[in-house]
T-cell receptor, first 109, second 116 residues
Framework: GQNIDQPTEMTATEGAIVQINCTYQ??????LFWYQQHAGEAPTFLSY??LDGLEEKGRFSSFLSRSKGYSYLLLKELQMKDSASYLC??????????WGAGTKLIIKP | ETGVTQTPRHLVMGMTNKKSLKCEQH?????MYWYKQSAKKPLELMFV???????ENNSVPSRFSPECPNSSHLFLHLHTLQPEDSALYLC???????????????FGPGTRLTVL
C-alpha cells in the first residue's frame, strides 16, 4: 500500500529552528508538496520538490531525497504565527496525491 | 487570502436533512476537487472534475452527490448522512488537471459539517 509518515505533533521555541520530516512509500514518484494549515483555515501551498536537493524560500526550506523516500521542511527564526499543521503530500505514478496526516507544530514563547 | 471560497463555513444537520455545500474559484482554473478531512487523518480525495467533467469518484457513498455546472463552481449535495460523515469538507482547484505537470492545488477554507 501507499503510505506517508510524518510526526503527529512537534513543539519548538520562538526564534529557534525546527525540522519536520516526511517519509513516503508510494507506487512511483512525481513530486512532493508541503502545505501549511492554520486551525480552521485552508491549507496553503508552501513548496514543491521533484528533484533531489534543497529548495529555499525565505525562512522555509524543503529538502528531498528520492532514493531514501524522504523529505523535510525546515523552518528558521520561528514565529508564533508558524503554529499550524504542516501537510506532506506525494504525487504517485498515476499523478494521484497521497497525503500524510499532518504534523501539528506548537510554538512556545 | 484565497481565490477559493466555500459556503457555508459551518453546517449542522440531522441525518434526514438535505443540504448542499458550495465552492467557487476565482482563479480561472480548470480542475476542481472535493476532499474530506477528519481529525488526525490524511486528506481523503472524494471527487475530481476536469473542465466540468467528473474524472474521479473514489468509492464515495451515494449519499454524497457532486455537481459541477461550470469550471468555476462546484457543489456537494448531501442527503441522509451518518454521524461518521462529520468532518471538514475542503474544496480545491488547480490550473492543470491531475496528471499534467506540477499542478498545485489551491484550497478553500472548508465547511465544518456536523451530522447529529
Amino acid at each position: 500500500g501507499q503510505n506517508i509518515d510524518q510526526p503527529t505533533e512537534m513543539t519548538a521555541t520562538e526564534g529557534a529552528i525546527v525540522q519536520i520530516n516526511c517519509t513516503y512509500q508510494t507506487s512511483g514518484f512525481n513530486g512532493l508538496f508541503w502545505y501549511q494549515q492554520h486551525a480552521g483555515e485552508a491549507p496553503t501551498f508552501l513548496s514543491y520538490n521533484v528533484l533531489d536537493g534543497l529548495e529555499e524560500k525565505g525562512r522555509f526550506s524543503s529538502f528531498l531525497s528520492r532514493s531514501k523516500g524522504y523529505s523535510y521542511l525546515l523552518l528558521k527564526e520561528l514565529q508564533m504565527k508558524d503554529s499550524a499543521s504542516y501537510l506532506c503530500a506525494v504525487r504517485d505514478s498515476n499523478y494521484q496525491l497521497i497525503w500524510g496526516a499532518g504534523t501539528k507544530l506548537i510554538i512556545k514563547p | 487570502e484565497t481565490g477559493v471560497t466555500q459556503t457555508p463555513r459551518h453546517l449542522v444537520m440531522g441525518m434526514t436533512n438535505k443540504k448542499s455545500l458550495k465552492c467557487e474559484q476565482h482563479l480561472g482554473h480548470n480542475a476542481m476537487y472535493w476532499y474530506k478531512q477528519s481529525a488526525k487523518k490524511p486528506l481523503e480525495l472524494m471527487f475530481v472534475y476536469n473542465f466540468k467533467e467528473q474524472t474521479e469518484n473514489n468509492s464515495v457513498p451515494s449519499r454524497f452527490s457532486p455537481e459541477c455546472p461550470n469550471s468555476s463552481h462546484l457543489f456537494l449535495h448531501l442527503h441522509t448522512l451518518q454521524p461518521e460523515d462529520s468532518a471538514l469538507y475542503l474544496c480545491a482547484s488547480s490550473q492543470l488537471p491531475p496528471g499534467q505537470g506540477a499542478d498545485t492545488q489551491y484550497f478553500g477554507p472548508g465547511t465544518r459539517l456536523t451530522v447529529l
